[in-house]
């Protein structure tokens, strides 16, 4: 089936994935989750233990008022929902997505103890390998896209 890939630290991407259960988990590293945080016919699967299992944060999941209420860990993709198992994105929602997910969210910790959630650009995003290494490089301009936990 066609669903859309959103690794840590990198652009979300179209991929090609087995439909069984144990294909899913390779995917997601993990036993998986379902999660439905969108008005469209999409699913999102992402390993059930990932928060717990020392995985890295990939995105923020966002209200449509623009609040932030949960983050997702490790790798997931977005799959489309048939009458009783998953199916391919459909086609008129997969750019939607792939623009949605495109640029990779990194978690810096604040003095306040807080994350701040940066969006980053995809040419930043394709230089580095970590969060610390965009700090580290960047750190300094990430007043212009952050937000709180």
Do not use: W
Request: glycine content about 8%; aromatic content about 10%; some cysteine.
């Amino acid at each position: 089936m066609k669903v859309i890939m959103v690794e840590p630290l990198k652009p979300a991407y179209v991929a090609e994935i087995g439909t069984d259960l144990e294909s899913m988990q390779k995917a997601v590293g993990g036993d998986i989750e379902t999660v439905y945080p969108y008005t469209d016919p999409l699913v999102l699967v992402c390993d059930e233990e990932g928060k717990y299992d020392g995985k890295e944060k990939n995105r923020a999941l966002v209200s449509d008022s623009g609040e932030i209420y949960d983050v997702v860990f490790g790798t997931f993709f977005i799959a489309g929902i048939g009458d009783e198992e998953f199916t391919s994105v459909p086609d008129n929602l997969t750019e939607k997505y792939l623009e949605k997910y495109k640029n990779p969210h990194a978690f810096i910790k604040s003095d306040t103890g807080k994350y701040i959630v940066v969006e980053l650009p995809v040419e930043i995003s394709k230089r580095i390998t970590s969060v610390e290494g965009y700090a580290e490089t960047y750190g300094n301009n990430k007043k212009e896209t952050e937000k709180e936990l």
